[in-house]
């Protein structure tokens, strides 16, 4: 499993913060099975949703476009997709799906 390593940097600083987090005892079981530091794998954990979450709003964001998706229309959208942060290309295939073009008032629609 891949996992964003724009938090690696932390691990290794002394500005971590302690938490306490309750879990149900099948769980800690798993999790020491898995992994010898729980804290290890609660940060892989959470930063793997965190991740996950982020994808999911900019899919959430593209299926409902924002006011500025027109200024996106205008720049290209395969120079916006080249923009994308790293990791990310697996969210836009530009040979995939339909021919679209941007309606003021109606959003994203499909070419004729």
């Given at each position: 499993m891949m996992?964003?390593?724009?938090?690696?940097?932390?691990?290794?600083?002394?500005?971590?913060?302690?938490v306490t987090v309750t879990l149900p005892e099948?769980?800690?079981?798993?999790?020491?099975?898995?992994e010898r530091?729980?804290?290890?794998?609660?940060?892989?954990?959470?930063?793997?949703?965190?991740?996950?979450r982020r994808k999911e709003e900019l899919r959430r964001s593209?299926?409902?476009?924002?006011?500025?998706?027109?200024?996106i229309a205008?720049?290209?959208?395969?120079?916006?997709?080249?923009g994308l942060p790293e990791g990310d290309e697996d969210l836009v295939d530009i040979q995939a799906g339909e021919s679209v073009r941007w309606v003021p008032g109606k959003g994203w629609t499909k070419e004729e």
């Open positions: 996992y964003d390593n724009k938090y690696d940097h932390i691990e290794d600083m002394h500005m971590n913060e302690r099948e769980i800690i079981r798993d999790i020491d099975g898995q530091n729980r804290s290890r794998f609660v940060l892989q954990a959470v930063k793997h949703e965190l991740e996950r593209l299926r409902t476009p924002h006011q500025d998706s027109d200024d205008q720049a290209g959208f395969a120079e916006w997709a080249e």
